[in-house]
């Protein structure tokens, strides 16, 4: 398929998902979305999608990427630069070319692009999903989550939710390692709202999806699913399924 034509599917998709010039994004993606059309490598099919979204949105748009490796919960140095993200291809392209865009959290880190950026790498980076954290600030601003060819349980804006509601199979455990800062290692004490071990934690896909109904955008891209809602909306719905079951989002 021609990029021309490439272009014509996403422009149907972003229109459908409802999302137009000037939004503020968080994506998370499958780079197989767009592979599944064109027969290119996937480091071009990463610059292709990066430059189609950056033009979708605009220049008054915001554009957060997750880049999360979680090895400092293992006592691993975190390096932003080096650092590569385990949450797929399309991070890892972009910390090639853009590592200084990364935020300094040695679990959850973030690229930011667009409008909002200064404001974003301002987040505190202590606590993966404290009130002054990425996550609290995009709820704020009520951004657009979007899952590009994934699933809608890889919204880690979830987790943000479920710390906010205390739920019973999760817990804050305190992490210390290094973190490289303007070239010096400096160490960093980082709180984290981990899962129990002896629970699965794990989240039910379709009860999530049947919970949000109308409030979640659901829209095929080839042979994937892509879904998109906001962040405020997300939030509240959860938070009243969750102050009257605290397991309601689990398998």
Excluded: W
Aim: a positive charge; glycine letters at 4%; proline letters at 1%.
């Amino acid at each position: 398929m021609s990029q021309k034509k490439l272009n014509k599917k996403l422009n149907l998709l972003f229109k459908n998902l409802k999302i137009k010039k000037g939004d503020k994004i968080i994506l998370h993606s499958n780079i197989a979305g767009i592979l599944q059309y064109a027969n290119i490598n996937n480091s071009s099919a990463c610059n292709f999608f990066f430059n189609y979204i950056k033009r979708y949105i605009g220049k008054k748009g915001t554009l957060i990427i997750p880049t999360y490796n979680y090895d400092f919960t293992k006592g691993k140095p975190f390096d932003r630069k080096t650092t590569l993200s385990q949450v797929g291809e399309f991070g890892n392209y972009l910390i090639k070319k853009h590592y200084n865009n990364r935020t300094f959290d040695p679990v959850f880190s973030h690229i930011i692009f667009g409008k909002l950026k200064k404001k974003i790498l301002n987040c505190e980076t202590n606590e993966a999903f404290g009130d002054k954290s990425i996550f609290n600030l995009i709820l704020q601003e009520k951004f657009r989550i979007i899952c590009f060819c994934c699933s809608s349980t890889a919204m880690t804006f979830i987790h943000f939710i479920e710390k906010k509601m205390n739920v019973d199979y999760r817990f804050n455990k305190n992490f210390k390692s290094f973190v490289k800062i303007n070239n010096k290692n400096i160490k960093v004490k980082y709180r984290y709202f981990v899962g129990k071990k002896n629970i699965n934690y794990n989240l039910n896909e379709k009860k999530i999806t049947q919970m949000l109904k109308t409030k979640i955008i659901v829209k095929k891209f080839g042979r994937f699913d892509c879904s998109q809602i906001d962040t405020k909306t997300l939030y509240n719905i959860l938070k009243v399924k969750l102050e009257k079951n605290k397991r309601i989002l689990l398998k």
